[in-house]
Nanobody, 124 residues
Framework: VQLQASGGGLVQAGGSLRLSCSAS????????MGWFRQAPGKEREGVLC????????YYTDSVKGRFSISRDNAKNTVYLQMNSLKPEDTAVYYC??????????????????WGQGTLVTVSS
């Protein structure tokens, strides 16, 4: 049972990146999924989440209008599209799977399975 996050890198402010989170050993189609990030010296925070059906999503205020989340259950993958990146978006980004399904949450403690993280660095 594993999640693999990828797609991070170095980008200039105003640029875009798309992160991917793929699962192995289990399927994501009945799991709410979340993306989280942790900047140096800061606590891990929820960024976006998406319900198992894809019918509902939740955002933290700082990324509204810039980031979006999507899922392709056929590919067992969840995506995080990040546009108009800012230096304050610099962090290690993690994907996570909720053991339940329903309305997703941005509370890290709810999630039981975590990817290894991918570093996003936004230069000014």
């Amino acid at each position: 049972v594993q999640l693999q996050a990828s797609g991070g890198g170095l980008v200039q402010a105003g640029g875009s990146l798309r992160l991917s989170c793929s699962a192995s050993g289990f399927t994501l189609d009945h799991r709410d999924m979340g993306w989280f990030r942790q900047a140096p010296g800061k606590e891990r925070e929820g960024v976006l989440c998406i319900s198992s059906s894809g019918g509902s999503t939740y955002y933290t205020d700082s990324v509204k209008g810039r980031f979006s989340i999507s899922r392709d259950n056929a590919k067992n993958t969840v995506y995080l599209q990040m546009n108009s990146l800012k230096p304050e978006d610099t962090a290690v980004y993690y994907c996570a799977a909720d053991p339940l399904q329903g309305a997703c949450t941005l509370i890290p403690g709810i999630y039981s399975t975590w990817g290894q993280g991918t570093l996003v660095t936004v230069s000014s």
